[in-house]
């Protein structure tokens, strides 16, 4: 999927300028803090102050329904695109149809996970500067998401920044893990920046916009066979 994805990303028209976009990845479910739904808020508040669009995974319950809702109240629909597996609308949307666009934003219902990651991914890389991939809090599949990302980046297959949103220490044990990672010899020292960490939605913006490419980033050829 990984060299599929890089092959496949079209290069941008001189002439055309890309809107910024951001994937998020995060929860169905709005946890039990409301910290977690204002830190949703605070974010789309900051995405719509810096005009930077949003794709993720089209739901419209929990922090991703926060998110998008929020965001096209302010943006409008346009800036925000959702991407979701049909077998998940039931559960992720609460429903088989899909969401109302002037509320949540477009939707795209796709056969499977693996396609909603791909488009998700081809979205932030086909965008305009400043964009990449952010975790809000979530359970195994934000886990997963973000990793994969994290993965790609230190492959050579993305070079955009990926942002832990840790609110009120969710992530606190991920990040003492990427230390002991690189303690342990399991992730380079040079590779430690890879997947950086934020407090609050402008430091997040701030970091996608300022991000440098790690040094142990390895430099792989991907979708040339």
């Excluded at 109240?73 to 049909?86: E, F, K, N, R």
């Excluded at 973000?146 to 920044?161: K, P, R, S, Y």
Aim: charged residues 20%; aromatic residues 6%; proline residues 4%.
């Amino acid at each position: 999927m990984a060299s599929d994805l890089k092959s496949s990303v079209s290069t941008p028209d001189p002439g055309q300028s890309r809107p910024t976009t951001v994937c998020v990845f995060c929860g169905s479910s709005a946890g039990t803090s409301p910290t977690h739904l204002a830190a949703a808020r605070s974010l789309a508040e900051a995405l719509h102050r810096n005009r930077i669009n949003l794709v993720y995974g089209g739901g419209t319950v929990g922090i991703m329904g926060e998110v998008a809702r929020t965001l096209v109240s302010l943006s409008g629909p346009q800036a925000v695109h959702g991407i979701i597996p049909a077998p998940l609308m039931r559960l992720e949307q609460g429903g088989s149809s899909a969401p109302d666009e002037a509320i949540f934003g477009r939707t795209t219902v796709v056969a499977d996970m693996h396609t909603r990651k791909r488009a998700m991914a081809r979205e932030v890389m086909e965008g305009g500067p400043g964009g990449g991939f952010i975790a809000l809090s979530g359970g195994y599949g934000t886990l997963e998401e973000l990793m994969e990302v994290t993965t790609w980046n230190q492959l050579g297959i993305h070079a955009l920044g990926v942002v832990v949103f840790n609110v009120d220490g969710y992530y606190d044990g991920l990040m003492q893990w990427v230390r002991n990672a690189v303690d342990s010899g399991f992730v380079s020292e040079s590779n430690r920046g890879i997947l950086v960490e934020a407090h609050d939605a402008d430091k997040v913006i701030s970091i996608l916009r300022d991000y440098v490419v790690s040094e142990g980033r390895l430099k792989l050829t991907w979708g040339s066979q």
